[in-house]
């Protein structure tokens, strides 16, 4: 038996919104963030709103364990992000490679520099990864290219950077 929702997607919003950017402000890093985990929150029960069933529980318990997994998302995927970040820029201390020298003494504006000097698409695959924190799947489908094809892709692209922090490196040594 499908159950009616309590209140509309409208309703929804203007009786939670505000409470839920406070807890998201409270869990986030920022206030961009805490943006990004309310709109989410609130996006992903306006879409289950038709799910939502009385018998389970009030609508607000609902909602924020819609709210509680969003920003438990949002904290795994910017954990992934700082991980991938933090691989793509270190090294093990042990290595002293061309490359691990030029990542201990980059900072985040050379590199940033160094990608944006990237052909469009390299720079396109590595903010898609690493700025907006996408899988290779989800990449790979706003290029319009498999998730397989989007993995060699940010490879070749990574190569690319490589090369170029090496190349910076050389010129300045």
């Given at each position: 038996?499908?159950?009616?929702?309590?209140?509309?997607?409208?309703?929804?919003?203007?009786?939670?919104?505000?409470?839920?950017?406070?807890?998201?402000?409270?869990?986030?890093?920022?206030?961009?963030?805490?943006?990004?985990?309310?709109?989410?929150?609130?996006?992903?029960?306006?879409?289950?709103?038709d799910a939502y069933d009385?018998?389970?529980?009030?609508?607000?318990?609902?909602?924020?364990?819609?709210?509680?997994?969003?920003?438990?998302?949002?904290?795994?995927?910017?954990?992934?992000?700082?991980?991938?970040?933090?691989?793509?820029?270190?090294?093990?201390?042990?290595?002293?490679?061309?490359?691990?020298?030029?990542?201990?003494?980059?900072?985040?504006?050379?590199?940033?520099?160094?990608?944006?000097?990237?052909?469009?698409?390299?720079?396109?695959?590595?903010?898609?990864?690493?700025?907006?924190?996408?899988?290779?799947?989800?990449?790979?489908?706003?290029?319009?290219?498999?998730?397989?094809?989007?993995?060699?892709?940010?490879?070749?692209?990574l190569h690319a950077l490589?090369?170029?922090?090496?190349?910076?490196?050389?010129?300045?040594?």
């Amino acid at each position: 038996m499908s159950s009616r929702p309590a209140l509309g997607a409208e309703e929804l919003c203007r009786t939670y919104a505000g409470r839920v950017f406070r807890f998201a402000a409270m869990v986030s890093r920022g206030n961009a963030e805490a943006e990004d985990i309310a709109q989410e929150a609130l996006l992903k029960a306006i879409r289950k709103l038709d799910a939502y069933d009385p018998g389970r529980g009030s609508v607000e318990s609902w909602l924020w364990s819609i709210v509680v997994s969003a920003a438990r998302d949002a904290g795994r995927a910017a954990g992934r992000r700082l991980a991938l970040w933090e691989r793509l820029t270190r090294l093990p201390e042990q290595s002293e490679s061309v490359e691990s020298v030029v990542l201990d003494r980059l900072s985040d504006a050379q590199l940033l520099d160094a990608v944006h000097r990237l052909r469009s698409r390299d720079r396109t695959l590595i903010a898609l990864r690493f700025g907006a924190g996408l899988d290779h799947a989800a990449s790979g489908a706003a290029l319009g290219i498999s998730a397989a094809a989007a993995t060699m892709a940010l490879r070749r692209a990574l190569h690319a950077l490589r090369k170029h922090l090496e190349a910076t490196h050389e010129q300045d040594a």
